[in-house]
């Protein structure tokens, strides 16, 4: 199992930006996959962006394409999700997940979670 923790979250106004990060621990080896979901009230999880194990693939939903990175630091056991030019639709709670099978965009694919991290952007 991956044990996962985000953190980063805040408030922000609209065009700032946020950087998450998700420290991972456990059997992260194992983990081909990281991926960013986020959860708007009374909205399904939804797919934010994904990252494979050596950085060298991502994917992001069209949504925030453009102004959202995904990366990672191995050494560290950790993924980022640099957030720029954020919107009041931003507003969310954002979740790391750990891919267990699947395809990367769905929440089904995931075997682990973190608690997540609340960003609230203001207009």
């Known amino acids: 199992q991956v044990q996962l923790v985000e953190s980063g979250g805040g408030l922000v106004q609209a065009g700032g930006s946020l950087r998450l990060s998700c420290a991972a621990s456990?059997?992260?080896?194992?983990?081909?996959?990281m991926g960013w979901f986020r959860q708007a009230p009374g909205k399904e999880r939804e797919f934010v962006a994904a990252?494979?194990?050596?950085?060298?693939?991502?994917y992001y939903a069209d949504s925030v394409k453009g102004r959202f990175t995904i990366s990672r630091d191995n050494a560290k056991n950790t993924v980022y999700l640099q957030m720029n030019s954020l919107k009041p639709e931003d507003t969310a709670v954002y979740y790391c997940?750990?891919?267990?099978?699947?395809?990367?965009?769905?929440?089904?694919?995931?075997?682990?979670w973190g608690q997540g991290t609340q960003v609230t952007v203001s207009s």
């Open positions: 997940g750990a891919h267990g099978s699947g395809s990367v965009y769905y929440k089904r694919s995931y075997a682990s």
């Open positions: 456990g059997r992260t080896i194992s983990t081909p996959f």
């Open positions: 990252i494979n194990w050596s950085g060298g693939s991502t």
